[in-house]
Structure formats: structure tokens, C-alpha cells
């Protein structure tokens, strides 16, 4: 489906989502029951999420210390020229970057805020020299280390 469709989403759909994107290994017969549907009607909707992109993606959520990745920062990134072409640029370039978990480009202060997972300080820093003090159009950057992650998750609110 292209971007500019959209799904309208009723009650049922809503019900569906709250419940499956805490766990999508559920079976959709227990989502069925929960919700009052069938589990042929359960999956064909979930199917329609899917291809309208309302569910985007299912992924296994991993503790980035278990895996080695001890260091995290929040990066606030300053471009030196905000064209459109510099920031289609720099959001390609950075999204190929897999230590960068999430980007997001922000008003105010600064033009992106990433969020970065490294192993260490020298790996993070090995990072910010092929990923920003080499690039023209970054003016500057400025890296908070993460202390205590208090929050961290990926659900949605769904009124």
C-alpha cells in the first residue's frame, strides 16, 4: 500500500492492537476471545494492518546491555545548512548506521536527536567520527551518556 493510504480503524481493530502488540505471539483464538470475533476474522484484520502499515513491523525486543552494548547516548545533531537536500542526506546516511536505534528529526535547538547504543566509549567514539565529524554539514553535536535508562519501550497508546 503507498503511503498516502490510509486505514480507518474501528473499536474492533483498536481491541485487536492494545492486545497483540504487547505480546504478537498470542494465538489469534485467544485475541478472539478477548475481543468477541473469530480467529479467521482476528487474522484477516491483523493481515489488513500489516499491508496498510499500521503494523509495521514484529520484532523480539533485546536488552542491549545483554548483548554487549553498554553505553548508551542521546545525540543532539546541528546541521550546518538545513536544505532539503542536506536533510534527506543526513537521514539516509544515518539510518545505514546500526548503532544508531532510533532518529528523529526535531525542531528547536538542534536538527536531529539520535539515540545510540555502543558497546563502549571508544567504539561510541569511533561512531562519531565516521558518522559526524567527517560529515561537511554537521556544524556540531552534543552527546548525553546515558546513567539509568528509567523507561524505555516502544508501545503505542491506542485511545
Known amino acids: 500500500m503507498s503511503e498516502h493510504e490510509s486505514m480507518s480503524l474501528d473499536q474492533l481493530d483498536r481491541k485487536i492492537?492494545?492486545?497483540?502488540?504487547?505480546?504478537t505471539r498470542v494465538a489469534a483464538e485467544s485475541i478472539a476471545a478477548e475481543v468477541g470475533l473469530s480467529s479467521t476474522a482476528v487474522q484477516r484484520r491483523l493481515r489488513r494492518m500489516r499491508?496498510?502499515?499500521v503494523i509495521r513491523q514484529e520484532v523480539a525486543v533485546i536488552d542491549?546491555?545483554?548483548?554487549?552494548?553498554?553505553?548508551?547516548?542521546i545525540?543532539?545533531?546541528?546541521?550546518?545548512?538545513?536544505?532539503?537536500?542536506?536533510?534527506q542526506r543526513f537521514k539516509a546516511?544515518?539510518?545505514k548506521y546500526p548503532e544508531v536505534q532510533q532518529c528523529y528529526y526535531v525542531t528547536g535547538t538542534c536538527d536531529?536527536?539520535?539515540v545510540v547504543h555502543a558497546s563502549d566509549m571508544q567504539a561510541y567514539?569511533?561512531?562519531?567520527?565516521?558518522?559526524?565529524?567527517?560529515?561537511a554539514n554537521v556544524r556540531s553535536f552534543t552527546t548525553h551518556v546515558v546513567l539509568d535508562s528509567i523507561k524505555v519501550g516502544s508501545l503505542v497508546v491506542i485511545p
Request: hydrophobic share 50%.
Open 64 to 73: 542491549p546491555r545483554a548483548v554487549g552494548l553498554a553505553v548508551a547516548c
Open 51 to 53: 499491508q496498510f502499515g
Open 93 to 95: 546516511k544515518i539510518a
Open 112 to 114: 536531529f536527536m539520535l
Open 75 to 87: 545525540v543532539a545533531v546541528e546541521l550546518l545548512r538545513e536544505t532539503d537536500r542536506g536533510v
Open 17 to 23: 492492537l492494545r492486545r497483540y502488540q504487547t505480546d
Open 125 to 135: 567514539e569511533a561512531f562519531t567520527r565516521r558518522a559526524l565529524l567527517d560529515d
